[in-house]
């Protein structure tokens, strides 16, 4: 056995394809992935909205506003800032469109989606920075899911690696494309299917790193909500910082072709002043004070919690927590039973 074929042997295989067929209809497996992500993040968000005493399913009707908006964010981001795709000699604009080819910026799809849920809490009289907080973990998941889809289609990988992690790359063809055409850098159209499992080349699986990398995040901030009882929009900026720190290291792996900006690609421009930003909020977002109270998440005409309620990361609500009035506070309730004053607020 060839020393190529010990390295091929202990790296990672890639799917023979990203595609399937049911019929006339395209199963996409990009999409499936952003699908399951959307769905763990709603589901997840709505958890922790419910033990930081918030009403239930107040994070479904926001995602009624935030995906969408996510969505065309993320699309217009990717195509902006990776424009000679589409435009230009020989490109059809038309692609501009198949966001089920692949291709959704973070960064845009954070920013217009936090339009979309500004304005839905907006209508239900909520505050934006405690949801953005509730729902930080999964969408740092989402992330994560989402990245399996780049692994299906092939796309996003870095250099050339011995490595035993590495990344085997297939050449996909479809009819209109033969296996001449493929290289390492373009193995093929996104709907095309290995011609054998000989491959091109193994390469870093940046897709891998960046998924491990947004696990780690995850466990990060849903440690420092509990132990720090953070509110007031902080649990986000930690994700947001914690996950392009990740971001940027993993952007110079990367090859896929890119635009620069005095040597170093987009994403690591986007990366370094979002996180500097993230980290600037974090640190002045502490003035606010601790984290909202149970009666603040309630929107207009909400009830209040429900029995069972509770937040399992230590937030307002638990039971650990002394009930106001039998804590010395002044109020009413402190006074003797026989004692019929009436007391005024600021008493």
Known sequence: MSSASAVFLASIPSPDRGVWHLGPIPIRAYALCIIAG???AIWWGERRWAQRGGAKGTITDIAVFAVPFGLIGGRLYHVITDYQLYFGEGRDPVRALYIWDGGLGIWGAIALGGVGAWIACRRRGIPLPAVADAVAPGIVVAQAIGRLGNYFNQELYGRPTDLPWGLEIYCRTTPGYPASQCTLENPGPLDGVAVSDVPLGTVHPTFLYELLWSLGVA?????ADRRFRLGHGRVFALYVAGYT??????EFMRTDEANEILGLRVNNWTSMLLFAGAVAYFVLARRRGPREEPAALR????PGPEPGDS?????PGTEDEPDRGQAGDGSADEAPAGD???????Q
């Open 219 to 223: 466990l990060l901030i849903v440690w």
């Open 299 to 302: 929107g207009k005409d909400e």
């Open 311 to 315: 937040d399992d990361s230590g937030s």
């Open 340 to 346: 019929q004053r009436k007391v005024e607020p600021g």
């Open 245 to 250: 720190a990740g971001r940027f290291w993993i």
């Open 38 to 40: 959307i769905v763990v």
